[in-house]
């Protein structure tokens, strides 16, 4: 896989940036009952393949929902440092953005999305899987692709099940996928999330649009995901 075209860009007093040639950030947020490096979370499991070869363009971590701040924070090093909305040519030489939030982790990443928001940071795709929390349905207009999965389990009452777009004109739903045999755990490793990570990277790679759930290679009427 190639990097992102362009050079590295110019770091000035105003960036606190810990690795110049981050150019996507990947920021996971596990559930509430799991440590932030569970090796069976398939939030994990997806940051550390971009923590791998062919992803030296791409700085990925993982927190607990707990802790959000601090994931904030962290990706936030990564961005100018003044406060207020960021310019257009200060986006120009910013890393794209991708969260991931599992169970609690989808309330948590969503305040994530809604802090960008306020600093006028665009996210590039979101994802929430089997996502709890009150706040978590409405998508912020600043995030350009969201998806949806979720699981038929005993937490169906509990979870999110559908996403309102603060400004549909500025957000896609990319998929909204029933994961049939799934439980809230297992969820995580549904191939299929990984998928729309690592296309989504692809895709910024290239300038092309992030797909719907229909183009993707593995069909929304997939099986279950496997468990470990």
Not at 67 to 92: Q, S
Not at 146 to 156: I, Q, S, T
Request: proline share 8%; charged share 20%.
């Amino acid at each position: 896989m190639l990097p992102l075209a362009g050079a590295a860009p110019t770091i000035d007093p105003g960036v606190n940036a810990v690795s110049p040639s981050c150019k996507i950030i990947y920021l996971g947020f596990v559930g509430a009952l799991e440590p932030p490096d569970n090796k069976y979370s398939g939030v994990v499991q997806i940051r550390d393949v971009l923590r791998g070869a062919g992803f030296g363009d791409v700085c990925a971590s993982s927190y607990s929902p707990y802790v959000w701040t601090m994931g904030r924070d962290w990706l936030l090093k990564y961005f100018p440092t003044h406060e207020g909305a960021l310019t257009p040519a200060e986006l120009l030489l910013c890393p794209k953005v991708i969260l991931v939030g599992h169970s609690m982790g989808g309330w948590a990443m969503m305040s994530v999305a809604r802090e960008l928001r306020s600093r006028n940071i665009p996210v590039e795709l979101t994802i929430q899987v089997d996502s709890v929390g009150i706040t978590d349905q409405t998508v912020p207009r600043n995030v350009k692709n969201g998806a949806l999965f979720h699981a038929h389990d005993v937490l169906m009452f509990m979870t999110t099940r559908h996403l309102k777009m603060e400004d549909p004109r500025m957000t896609k739903l990319v998929a909204n996928v029933i994961v049939a045999g799934a439980g809230h755990e297992s969820i995580t490793r549904d191939p299929r999330i990984r998928e729309l990570v690592i296309s989504t990277i692809e895709r910024l790679r290239t300038g092309f649009l992030v797909p719907a759930v229909t183009e993707l290679p593995i069909p929304i009427e997939a099986g279950p995901a496997k468990a470990e």
